[in-house]
């Protein structure tokens, strides 16, 4: 009979770390039993029940007794980094208290389980870097030093998702160890992967007026890879006037919007106002006719201040922390961008990657369908992180965008759970 595993799962999101732990002792013919799982976000723990509907789920973990918890084999934890309260050079247990490391660290302290797989942001490795040089900061330092403290023999590594079958760039770091012997995190098997493998089609697509707007003026495939945005951008940015999204713009008001979308962060304007350089600033007329001599061009920067791409406002003076108008100083035209976020923040290319997936940013990605676009479903969101078509995710749009920001990649856990298992193996052998 294989032997069974037992693990814990904290911090444990809508079950990723878990899915891809238990994927490597499944093709390793291990059986496996979650002994104890602790998650707090609401929606994260109705996915939980919804696919592992027999057990219990523990909520705040600060609040759980370590002695508390069943013994097991591993520790799986994809905790949230905090800033370390006194993450210095000291490696005294004191260091980590008031981070939710410590919560990791206090239960493997207690239950001296055989080994362990974290998971967090790349940041990790820099964080609170004393000097440029220094090959990983002063949080890292602290959480490995800690680690080797509890005997244990550690490797990390950061890995990208694209290079383990998922067609997303999502770069995190591992940190793996057991009792026994540090796994080895090197030479991954590399599989390629594009967004067509994943994605759905014939789904329903967008029929708002900003879509409309945009297939308008493109069309489906001149969208790929196209981020639409009101800020500085080469031929991959469309700007609100290149759809006309407030009103007609003409072929040489877009040329003309297009040369001061880069002028006006150019800091001699500053030397020449006598002022403060500050990214975007508002341009004169005569500052516009020096780079831009139109008869008309008065008449076209009129026009679209009436139709509101541009704006009149006076430059800026700092005033402590503050910038304010100064009307002293000749007024000038600024182009209105900032925060402007559109409906459609960027079309995916299906021959491409996704971006890191972030949960504020979901919702305005769409992806290509037929001859429409639309927003990536929730199962397509799944796909991107490599869960398995017959995961369980009834949760709403809002709520999915929001889990699926913040999970692993569950294929590069299960390669590098594979390695921690790897140690196991010669232990049971």
Known sequence: MPKLIKFIDLFAGIGGIRKGFELACEEKGYQTECVFTSE??????????????????????????????????????????????????????????????????????EKQPYGFVLENVEGLVNHDRENP?????????????????????????????????????????????????APNLERFEHKDCKLTDILDSGLPVSDTKFTRLLLNHYTVEQLYGKAIKDKRGGENNIHSWDIEIKG?????????????????RKKKWAEEYGIDWMDGMPLTIDMIRSFYDADNLEEMLEDLVKKKYVRKEYPKRKVGNQRVQDSDLPIGYNIVAGKMSFEVGKVLSPEDLAPTLVAMDMLHLYVPDGNGIRQLTLREGLRLFGYPDDYKFDV?????????????????????????????????K
């Open 396 to 428: 709403s749009i809002d709520e999915g965008y929001d889990l699926l920001g913040n999970t692993v990649v569950v294929p590069v856990i299960k390669a590098v759970s594979g390695r921690v298992l790897d140690v196991f193996e010669k232990e049971v």
């Open 133 to 181: 040089h220094d090959k990983i900061g002063r949080t890292l330092s602290t959480i490995l030093a800690h680690l080797d403290a509890l005997n244990y023999k550690v490797s990390w590594r950061v890995l990208n998702a694209k290079a383990f079958g998922v067609p997303q760039e999502r770069k995190r770091i591992y940190i793996v160890g057991t009792k026994k012997e």
């Open 40 to 109: 707090i976000k609401p929606h994260a723990v109705k996915v939980l029940a919804q696919n592992h509907p027999d057990e219990t789920i523990t909520g705040d973990i600060t609040q759980v007794n370590e002695t508390s918890i069943p013994d097991f084999d591993f520790l799986l934890a994809g905790f949230p980094c905090q800033a370390f309260s006194s993450a210095g050079k000291r490696l005294g247990f004191q260091d980590t208290r008031g981070t939710l490391f410590f919560d990791v660290e206090r239960i493997l302290k």
């Open 248 to 264: 007609f713009v003409s072929a040489e008001q877009k040329k003309l919007l297009n040369v001061m979308m880069t002028e006006r």
